[in-house]
T-cell receptor, first 116, second 115 residues
Framework: DADVTQTPRNRITKTGKRIMLECSQT?????MYWYRQDPGLGLRLIYYSFDVKDINKGEISDGYSVSRQAQAKFSLSLESAIPNQTALYFC???????????????FGPGTRLTVT | AQSVTQLDSQVPVFEEAPVELRCNYSSSVSVYLFWYVQYPNQGLQLLLK??????LVKGINGFEAEFNKSQTSFHLRKPSVHISDTAEYFC?????????????FGQGTRLTINP
């Protein structure tokens, strides 16, 4: 079984609809992240969470919200979807070392979202 | 602010030829460096990483990268590519930003292997 799972894998929705993307992990990591990928732009950080009570905005958080329901679950919501939110969305996790540094991140398979 | 530049958006090469994917970063502090690969319709998978020590880092699938601090580069190389190496490759830098360790990604390089 995959360590980081995302649901749904594909979603088509209409402008103005609310949509939630879900991420679950079995790696036991404290830190979780949401990114979006657009062609030619790489991955950009939307939100990140270092534990259940810690939520932080990334570089492109406008139009998005998140919920950390448990250590293993981190959901991304689009309150009112718009076409320029059409993208590939990735969830990731990382470990927390005693030095306070995170090293590599482990990615889910992605959710392809299309807003029409 | 930290940034990562991948100098080539697309790199076509013939099978069994060598390849180099270029990555430059800007940071005034210590960094950790990574290369990730994304195969078609899949998530990102770690190829290799530089945390400290030897500047030549070996990864999976025959890839290696060299950390050059003076040139702020972390180029990825493979001496002989295969069709299965066709994928998008992302360079990333992990550094402290506003008190938190974060990954900053380059724009990606699409590697296409031709028979």
């Amino acid at each position: 079984d995959a360590d980081v799972t995302q649901t749904p894998r594909n979603r088509i929705t209409k402008t103005g609809k609310r949509i939630m993307l879900e991420c679950s992990q079995t790696k036991g990591h404290d830190r979780m992240y949401w990114y979006r990928q657009d062609p030619g732009l790489g991955l950009r950080l939307i939100y990140y969470s270092f534990d259940v009570k810690d939520i932080n905005k990334g570089e492109i958080s406008d139009g998005y919200s998140v919920s950390r329901q448990a250590q293993a679950k981190f959901s991304l919501s689009l309150e009112s979807a718009i076409p320029n939110q059409t993208a590939l969305y990735f969830c990731a996790t990382s470990d927390y070392s005693t030095s306070g540094r995170s090293y590599e991140q482990y990615f889910g398979p992605g959710t392809r979202l299309t807003v029409t | 602010a930290q940034s990562v530049t991948q100098l080539d958006s697309q790199v076509p090469v013939f099978e069994e030829a060598p390849v180099e994917l270029r990555c430059n970063y800007s940071s005034s502090v210590s960094v950790y460096l990574f290369w990730y690969v994304q195969y078609p319709n899949q998530g990102l998978q770690l190829l290799l990483k530089y945390l400290s020590g030897s500047t030549l880092v070996k990864g999976i699938n025959g890839f290696e990268a060299e950390f050059n601090k003076s040139q702020t580069s972390f180029h990825l190389r493979k001496p002989s590519v295969h069709i299965s190496d066709t994928a998008e490759y992302f360079c990333a830098v992990s550094s402290l930003i506003q008190g938190a360790q974060k990954l900053v990604f380059g724009q990606g390089t699409r590697l296409t292997i031709n028979p």
